[in-house]
């Protein structure tokens, strides 16, 4: 497909770029254990400018999940990475929900628990507990195999990352490691925030049934459809947006559905 054909023009795709050019996110409001900090622009989505051509509508479906989740209830990971991945699905990009222990270390600079403290998100060497009131004590994450990534949508769940997120909203934004392509990992995924907080993620596949049992419950599961759909739009809106004002014509000719929807050719299902 020749990228010399320019993207259809749409309105609302310049609408949130403007604004991330115009003010700078940050975290208001006072800390609550519930809930995500306040922002109005996500740090990911004006950030996406400088991603790579080929990852761009990757990091855009995030991105899209974070605009939205400003002062949002922290909701259970399993809707939500099932949102990302459907939505990556549309875009024509395997993803596939995987469950994980996350591990994040946090440095402490003096008292008796110098060194590093760690906190862990999941169930981590029991298999999680899905309950009848949709809730779980596992957790779960995002595989691409193509190009090979990992991504954590939720990890500022971890009460450590939450409340850095409050000091810095940098911190809630979700996680993109770059991994080798193919199946998930067996070994360790780490990230680095800075040079005092990581995360490491153990990915437990053998429990991905058992927390995808909470989707049984048919208004949980047209929720993570609906979602998909809608996250999908909006990703395309931002990639369209960016087309348009830098542009970015590097996003196409990496993924054939992708320049399909930019370039009007197909459109995405209707959302119910």
């Not at 990703?235 to 590097?250: F, K, T, Y």
Request: charged residues 20%; hydrophobic residues 40%; glycine residues 8%.
């Amino acid at each position: 497909m020749s990228p010399k054909k320019r993207p259809r023009k749409n309105d609302r795709a310049h609408s949130t770029r403007r604004r991330a050019k115009a003010e700078r996110p940050g975290a208001v409001g006072r800390f609550n254990r519930e809930r995500m900090p306040s922002y109005k622009v996500s740090p990911l989505l004006e950030a996406l400018h400088l991603v790579p051509g080929p990852l761009v509508p990757i990091y855009a479906v995030p991105a899209a999940w974070h605009q939205r989740a400003s002062r949002s209830q922290l909701g259970t990971c399993v809707i939500v990475c099932h949102q990302i991945a459907g939505a990556l699905g549309h875009l024509g990009i395997a993803a596939h929900p995987v469950a994980a222990t996350a591990t994040v270390y946090q440095r402490v600079a003096n008292g008796p628990l110098q060194g590093w403290k760690a906190t862990d998100t999941g169930s981590g060497d029991q298999a999680p507990v899905v309950t009848d009131q949709g809730t779980t004590d596992g957790h779960m994450v995002i595989h691409v195999p193509e190009p090979g990534l990992v991504i954590d949508a939720t990890i500022v769940q971890n009460l450590t990352i939450l409340e850095a997120a409050y000091h810095n909203v940098g911190y809630s934004v979700p996680t993109v490691e770059l991994i080798p392509p193919g199946p998930a990992p067996v070994e360790p995924v780490e990230f680095v925030y800075d040079e005092s907080l990581r995360v490491t993620w153990h990915l437990q596949a053998q429990w991905t049934g058992t927390m995808n049992r909470l989707l049984d419950d048919e208004e949980l599961k047209r929720l993570a459809q609906h979602g998909a759909t809608s996250l999908a739009r909006d990703a395309l809106n931002e990639m369209n947006g960016l087309l348009q004002d830098e542009p970015r014509l590097d996003v196409l000719g990496h993924h054939r559905q992708v320049d399909a929807l930019l370039l009007g050719n197909t459109a995405l299902p209707a959302c119910d």
